[in-house]
């Protein structure tokens, strides 16, 4: 994740155009530990209808918000600490991370930060009330005006037994770009093929699988120089980091991890300028990351969507996508091997 980007709510984390999906450092403090919901808000049953006000609240929710541009993700958990509400927030971009004010009462909830929190020179706020199973609110847009966003409980994706794996699907056979999109047709696009090797040279948008996945393992190779920045996202949702330039920042932004959430355990050395791979296996909501042969996230469950995700509908299949805005990477020898259905 890049720096030096600041998170701003319902004002820059909706503007997409206007913002980097890499996220600022000065919420490197802010990371969300491992929560001990399950996903399903409310009291045993998840029935919020039946739960006490706050208690409904309590849970991992996937967020969308409508604007007149379109449709844009966040996610949210909210918890109890010393007896009181609080909220874990992931925006349009940037790492999860505390929200100052949080008020529950009478089946509504507010949460939000002042002006200037932060170095935010906006503040905001959202306000919403339970419908049903869902949150439904209103937050500040452009100019003031109201846009609507909703939630809704993560979904478990609990499997009931290990997958059969399906035929390899290559993605990048060094021919050329056929099987990808760009994020943004409008955007300046970098991408190209050049000996075999796929090559990003910014400013460029995100590329994007045109083939969509549930569960599967992925392959892929790449090399990051010296002081470079860019992620694989699985599922257009979750952003395996690949990086040399977060030394300073928290594990989970380093290297393999799951940006601001899942932390790799051992971490490599760093070899910047050298050909390198990830092996990850995804099923359901929970993830195994191998670099270079060593595995060094196993088996761990992925709380939410990360910065820069393409939506929140996780119970959804999505694509591999690469990201391309900060710095020069190459990428090879990229396949998918889907789930049997």
């Not at 035929?167 to 409008?186: E, H, I, M, Y």
């Not at 355990?265 to 070899?271: A, D, I, L, S, W």
């Amino acid at each position: 994740m890049k720096r030096n980007v600041i998170l701003i709510l319902a004002v820059a984390l909706l503007a997409p155009a206007a913002f980097s999906q890499k996220a600022s450092n000065s919420l490197a403090g802010c990371l969300l530990c491992a929560p001990a919901w399950t996903g399903v808000p409310g009291q045993p049953g998840g029935n919020p209808q039946g739960s006490a006000p706050v208690d409904a609240f309590l849970g991992r929710w996937d967020i969308t918000v409508t604007t007149p541009s379109g449709e844009f993700p966040s996610w949210i958990e909210i918890s109890l600490r010393d007896g009181k509400p609080a909220v874990e927030m992931v925006g349009r971009s940037g790492n999860a991370f505390p929200v100052p004010r949080v008020e529950i009462q009478n089946g509504r909830i507010e949460f939000g930060a002042p002006e200037g929190f932060q170095g935010r020179k906006n503040g905001f706020l959202f306000t919403g009330r339970l419908e049903g199973h869902r949150i439904v609110g209103t937050t500040a847009g452009r100019g003031g005006a109201p846009w609507q966003w909703s939630a809704v409980p993560v979904p478990r994706l609990d499997r009931g037994a290990p997958p059969g794996w399906g035929q390899p699907v290559p993605l990048f056979d060094g021919k050329d770009l056929s099987n990808w999109r760009p994020q943004n047709p409008a955007a300046d696009n970098g991408w190209s093929v050049e000996e075999g090797i796929m090559t990003n040279r910014p400013p460029s948008t995100n590329l994007v699988s045109r083939q969509q996945f549930t569960d599967f393992k992925l392959h892929v190779e790449f090399n990051c120089p010296r002081s470079c920045n860019s992620g694989v996202y699985l599922r257009g949702r979750y952003e395996v980091q690949i990086e040399d330039d977060s030394i300073s920042e928290p594990p989970s932004h380093h290297m393999g991890g799951i940006y601001g959430f899942l932390a790799p355990e051992p971490e490599m050395p760093r070899t910047p300028g050298e050909w390198q791979s990830f092996d990850i296996t995804l099923v359901g909501r929970r993830v195994t990351v191998v670099q270079n042969g060593r595995t060094i996230i196993k088996d761990r469950e992925i709380p939410g969507i990360t910065g820069g995700a393409l939506d929140s509908h996780e119970e959804l299949p999505g694509p591999i996508y690469l990201q391309g805005d900060h710095g020069s990477l190459s990428f090879r020898n990229i396949v998918v091997t889907p789930a049997k259905e």
